[in-house]
């Protein structure tokens, strides 16, 4: 569904996606435009079509109809909400995430992350926050060209949801594009530039994210808001 | 005689190092361990091509691979000797009454649990790991590759059962090699055989040794699944 790359400053674009399952609609005719370099937010309340959205976008999941536009699939990278992790070592599941990494490299991410006394133990033995610190990692030592993240600091507590935004914002800029789901306000405050509203598979608004948190348009907008 | 001497026969008999039960043993542990290699070589992939992708005569195959599971080892034993008898199709190759023999039939008995198990340990961890494989884009290979790494513990428990399965088994390996002495008698065949000759001592001898080698499968097993589970295996 991948087709030619879109204008200059938008790096991904989505038309008229639309995705049923069992005779239900789950996104219906969505379009949106991912600006190069920024941080976009989907926002949502659970079940709006956040995740499956971001599935699309990233092509793990084919819509029945609707194009994407943006970079191929080598560019592109993503941190699920509950890591996938490999029966490994911490140092080689970062090592299968990003094979191109060498030794220094890699020790050298994971003392970023704080588990550089961790590097022989099983991946899968770390904490729920350690897990998905190494799947950002592993994420962004590669490099993408875009990231996408889904609720990234969902279950984590302040130490590791501080060291997510820190990583994200450095990452945003070099000039890396993040689209990122989130359910806590504050945080999308503080690091949303760009904000996708979807409800029950359709984005019922899109705006700065400034405005959208000052101002919202659409009274679905406003009462999301209100129960954030 | 009463049940204990043939034990204390049989440690005796062990502990001397008898030349012809050595032999058999020998023997015994060969034939087995190459048709679970030979199995194993065979059925990984295959279990780990049926788990992956759909094709053509997938369930077919599936189907054929689970009846043979529950196939009786004489059964297997009489298929292959069809195959390898001078009027069979493998005629040709003359292995008939030889341990190349009994390692065929023997991998034929064991190839169908090869193939299940792997199967089944390989789509489970197919469902866990296709998001992130998709999303990494690995290629059909580097996929299958990434999934036998994954499953390593997996696979050497199948490993494990698919030896305990041929090391036991009888009636294969007598219709197809013969129970000739010295060439192509092993454990279970002379177990049979000196029962039935009232030689209870050499097959109680026997016996034990199977037992050692079914207690010290069973030990290797436990001690690959401690120390997997402390490296944070589902096992």
């Not at chain 1, 592109?76 to 030794?103: A, E, N, W, Y």
């Not at chain 2, 194993?40 to 992939?45: M, R, S, W």
Request: overall charge positive; aromatic content about 4%.
């Amino acid at each position: 569904m991948m087709s030619d790359r879109p204008a200059p400053d938008i790096i991904m674009t989505a038309h008229g996606l639309t995705l049923r399952r069992d005779g239900v609609t789950l996104l219906d005719t969505v379009s949106a435009q991912i600006r190069r370099g920024s941080i976009t937010l989907l926002l949502g309340h659970n079940g709006a079509g956040k995740t499956l959205l971001l599935n699309c976008l990233h092509g793990l999941i084919a819509c029945d109809t609707g194009t994407i536009s943006g970079p191929p699939l080598a560019r592109q990278k993503m941190v699920f909400q509950k890591p996938i992790i490999t029966r490994r070592t911490t140092s080689g599941h970062l090592r299968f995430l990003c094979p191109q990494l060498d030794d220094a490299a890699r020790r050298d991410w994971l003392r970023r992350a704080e588990m550089d006394m961790r590097t022989d133990a099983p991946a899968r033995m770390l904490s729920g926050g350690e897990q998905q610190k190494l799947a950002l990692i592993g994420a962004l030592a590669a490099r993408p060209d875009i990231l996408f993240l889904d609720e990234p600091t969902a279950h984590l507590d302040f130490a590791a949801t501080k060291f997510v935004e820190t990583m994200v914002r450095e990452a945003h800029e070099q000039g890396m594009t993040i689209v990122m789901t989130s359910h806590n306000r504050a945080q999308a405050e503080r690091l949303g530039e760009d904000v996708l509203l979807l409800d029950r598979g359709r984005i019922v608004e899109t705006a700065p994210a400034d405005r959208f948190f000052s101002a919202p348009s659409h009274p679905l907008a406003k009462q999301y808001l209100d129960h954030l | 005689m009463d049940i204990l001497t043939p034990f204390q026969i049989a440690l005796t008999l062990l502990a001397s190092g008898d030349a012809e039960l050595m032999g058999i043993i020998g023997l015994s542990l060969t034939v087995s361990l190459t048709a679970v290699l030979a199995s194993l070589v065979i059925g990984l992939p295959m279990g780990a091509l049926l788990a992956t992708y759909r094709f053509p005569g997938r369930t077919a195959l599936i189907v054929v691979s689970n009846t043979f599971l529950g196939m009786p080892p004489v059964v297997i034993g009489l298929l292959v000797y069809l195959l390898i008898s001078r009027s069979g199709p493998l005629g040709f190759m003359g292995i008939l009454y030889t341990p190349a023999a009994m390692m065929l039939a023997q991998t034929v008995l064991v190839l169908p649990i090869s193939i299940a198990l792997s199967r089944q340990a390989f789509e489970s961890l197919n469902g866990e790991y296709a998001p992130l494989f998709q999303s990494l884009g690995l290629g059909r290979l580097d996929r299958i590759k990434a999934l036998v790494f994954e499953a390593r513990v997996a696979l050497l428990t199948i490993g494990l059962a698919c030896f305990g399965r041929a090391i036991s088994e009888v009636g294969a390996v007598m219709i197809v090699g013969g129970n000739i002495r010295h060439s192509t008698r092993v454990m279970t065949t002379s177990i049979a055989l000196a029962t039935s000759m009232g030689e209870l001592a050499f097959a109680m001898a026997l016996g034990v040794v199977l037992l050692l080698v079914a207690l010290t499968i069973n030990i290797a097993s436990q001690l690959l699944r401690h120390s997997f589970r402390n490296l944070g295996h589902d096992v």
